[in-house]
């Protein structure tokens, strides 16, 4: 028997209108001062009327259409009652019964994880206002900050359905990147656009697999967390607290609330569900329903490739490696440049004479060979020249038509890989096209045999000892005399003839 963890999610994402989400007031700033962006509405003075924003309707319903979810016909605002310094009106105007999406789903892919791949249930995603913001200075003061109230949040609620932490901060991940594919949010969780609460409870299992007793259990909601890792830590955290108190035989038997103490690793308990509020949701007598239908017709036409789907697409088009496809595919730019070089290296390889009327085997092969290159170089070796220089794809001088012709000189020998990282360098320098950095560097790959046997013959002739200790036996030598031979012609000859050159001519001697 083991315990087995019951996992869902509650998220908050700021949506990135211009605009609060029933007021006229730009969206917070966290770089204008405290309480300038707030008007009668947002602080909730008495005789105003709230409008919706029509943005944030819309970017709400893209989300939802993105999770899979059925989109009501008919949603509204309700009022959820409670007193708080942050809610200056003592209610908050959220969604109650009526939200505008339900029943949705997202598969992630958990890289080595107990199951490789889990479908998550979305239960909802409602559209809600954010509370103001309080701030506890040092000393006894707390002030608040009215910027932030008003501003437009999507809450999404999912099925407890995940099974490990891993697989919640996975989650989280696809739905961050869901959000920037749409546009709709930019979703940094330090900055507070994505915000998440994990319920976490524990249920025995048999070693069929099967449920022992109650099929879901009383849950810790851990409140407020604010960045992947503390998601992931709270979880654990709330696995292993839970499993010794099931190993002590005292089970928690109520549903309660914690917070995160990220300063003692734990977390602490904040009240019982029992005694929490009771919020009183009523409609909001001033906000009109919301028809649905034709916008989500609408949206849903012109819904953009997700993430998932365009990970799909460049294993299959591109030829590349899943893993690859991942990181590429997390960043949108990144992304964009290798479609952009992709584009470019495909019209190429198709216009080479030697592949005209060629069967279309071959050329998925070099296709394939394609797809190695540019992930390899982009990925390992110019992300890593990048990382040195702590530049990155968005200021990066190089451009995908350049980088395509880069790859061009690799593929066909005209470039090898010391003196593709050294042209390499020179691009991300000054923006300079290979070829011409080529010229300039007298880069170009020596397979002048001539000139190769040459520099061949002069370390041969200036290593006497090393030759002569190669023939006695030690045939780890050639390596030496190979970098000697690689050295001569700076880097530019092809290792692998130069082997083949010396063990002719050490053999002729
Ligand atoms: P609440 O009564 O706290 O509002 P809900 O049923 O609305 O609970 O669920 C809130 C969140 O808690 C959802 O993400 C849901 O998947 C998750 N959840 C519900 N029951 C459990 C459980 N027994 N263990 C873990 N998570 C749960
Ligand atoms: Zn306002
Ligand atoms: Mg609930």
């Known amino acids: 028997m083991i315990y087995e963890p019951v996992i869902g999610l509650e998220i908050h994402v700021q949506l990135k209108t211009k605009s609060k989400m029933f007021c006229s007031c730009p969206t917070h700033d966290s770089a204008v001062a405290p309480n300038t962006h707030v008007c009668p509405i947002c602080l909730g003075q008495p005789g105003v009327l709230p409008v919706v ?7 709400g319903v893209l989300m939802g259409l993105a999770l899979n979810c059925e989109i009501a016909e008919h949603s509204k605002f309700d009022r959820k009652n409670y007193f ?3 809610l200056p009106k003592a209610y908050q105007i ?42 506890h200075e040092s000393g006894a003061s707390t002030y608040v900050d009215f910027n ?19 697989e ?20 940094d969780m330090e900055k507070g656009h994505l915000r ?19 099929r879901f259990n009383p849950k810790t909601e851990v409140k407020n967390l604010n960045s992947f890792k503390h998601v992931e830590k709270a979880i654990e955290y709330e696995i292993k607290r839970q499993t010794k108190l099931w190993e002590a035989e005292t089970p928690p038997m109520i549903s309660t609330t914690r917070g995160w103490n990220d300063t003692q690793n734990r977390t602490d308990e904040q009240r019982s569900k029992e005694e929490a509020a009771d919020y009183r949701y009523f409609p909001e007598p001033d906000i009109p329903p919301l028809e649905l239908k034709e916008l989500a017709d609408e949206l849903r036409s012109r819904l953009p490739e997700l993430p998932a789907a365009r990970r799909a697409r460049f294993e299959e088009e591109y030829s590349l490696k899943p893993s690859d496809a991942r990181q590429i595919c997390d960043d ?79 593929a066909t020998n005209k470039l090898n890989n010391t003196a593709g990282l050294m042209v390499l360098n020179t691009m991300l320098d000054d923006g300079s096209d290979p070829s011409h950095v080529m010229e300039d ?13 040459e520099l061949v013959t002069q370390v041969i002739t200036s290593h006497p000892t090393e030759v002569a200790r190669y023939k006695a036996g030690e045939e780890q030598l050639i390596k030496f005399l190979i970098g000697m031979v690689m050295r001569a012609s700076e880097g530019t000859a092809d290792a692998g003839i130069v082997k083949n050159m010396l063990l002719v001519e050490l053999k002729s001697e």
């Open 168 to 187: 919640a901060k996975i989650f989280l991940h696809e739905l961050r990147l869901i959000a920037r594919y749409l546009g709709i949010s930019d979703a």
């Open 94 to 135: 959220s969604q109650f019964d009526l939200p505008i999406a339900i029943d949705g789903h997202v598969d992630i892919v958990v890289p080595g994880g107990e199951r490789a791949t889990a479908r998550i249930g979305i239960t909802r995603a409602h559209l809600e206002e954010d509370a103001a913001k309080n701030v």
């Open 332 to 410: 949108p730019i990144l992304a964009d440049f290798v479609e952009h070089t992709f584009s470019e290296l495909h019209a190429w390889l198709l216009a080479l004479p030697e592949l005209q009327e060629t069967e279309a085997t071959v050329l998925e092969h070099e296709k394939k060979k394609l797809g190695r290159l540019v992930s390899g170089w982009l990925l390992s070796k110019l992300g890593g020249l990048m990382k040195e220089r702590s530049i990155d794809i968005r200021t990066i001088k190089i451009n995908p038509e350049n980088f395509a012709e880069f790859i061009t000189l690799i």
């Open 441 to 453: 560097q007298k880069l170009g790959r020596v397979d002048d045999e001539g000139l190769l046997a």
């Open 148 to 166: 932030r109230g008003g501003t437009p949040l999507i809450e999404i609620v999912t099925e407890p359905d995940f099974r490990s932490a891993k």
């Open 196 to 214: 998440c609460d994990a319920n976490v409870s524990l249920r025995l299992i048999d070693d069929q697999g099967g449920i022992v007793g109650a």
């Open 53 to 59: 924003n029509g943005q944030a309707v819309r970017y």
């Open 84 to 86: 708080y310094p942050d």
